[in-house]
């Protein structure tokens, strides 16, 4: 070996060694946790609105109702770009062809669903019955509802969002429109 070799050899052993040494004094590194999206809904206000239609309801401040054809309405979320289709039908001793209708319009969704839950309700104080369906999975409408006063009126409702349907990025709003369409049937009143 050089004599010049083994000076320049002790400089680059004790400048690794150091920068070693100085690497080690750092905090161990851990993967960080999963993050989510955290998203904040305002608390939602109702109102009831008022028509010439046979029934009315409270929806969220949130929201806009704008009736249609008959007594057909769109409630609009434009923050969550979604609308809930609301569908008014009079019984003429067709009930349960109505309602068999209306529940193909849920079953018509288990393709794609993971699951679906019903929530029956009952308001026989103002006479409305009908049950809300939450559709978890990939599914084009994750809620539906349908209520009547079992001999002269059906109305249907169902949530739909103005994006392809990926389940896991739009549950937190299902989740808000559903809690508001469970206040639709909560405040739901036959007008006639």
């Keep these: 070996m050089n004599g010049n070799s083994f000076p320049k050899l002790i400089v680059v052993i004790l400048t690794i060694g150091i920068s070693f040494f100085l690497s080690s004094c750092k905090e161990d590194v ?4 999963k993050s989510y ?3 904040a809904y305002p608390i939602a206000e109702y109102q009831r609105f008022k028509n010439d239609c046979p029934y009315s ?3 969220s401040n949130e929201s806009h109702i704008k009736f249609e054809q008959g007594c057909k309405a769109r409630i609009n979320y434009p923050k969550l770009n979604a609308n809930v289709h609301i569908t008014y039908r009079r019984v003429h001793n067709n009930l349960k062809e109505i309602l068999a209708e209306a529940d193909r319009l849920t079953t018509k969704h288990t ?3 993971d699951v679906i839950i019903p929530y029956p309700f009952e308001n026989r104080e103002k006479n409305v019955y009908g049950v809300l369906f939450e559709v978890q999975g990939q599914s084009a409408s994750n809620v539906q509802f349908h209520l009547t006063d079992s001999s002269k009126h059906v109305i ?3 949530l739909y969002f103005k994006v392809k349907p990926n389940y896991d990025s739009i549950y937190p709003a299902v989740d808000y429109i559903k809690n508001d369409m469970m206040k639709m049937m909560e405040t739901f009143e036959w007008n006639e």
Excluded: C, E, N, S
């Design 37 to 39: 999206l955290h998203l």
């Design 111 to 113: 393709v794609k669903a």
């Design 30 to 33: 851990y993967p960080k946790p």
């Design 57 to 59: 309801f409270a929806i």
């Design 156 to 158: 249907t409702a169902a």
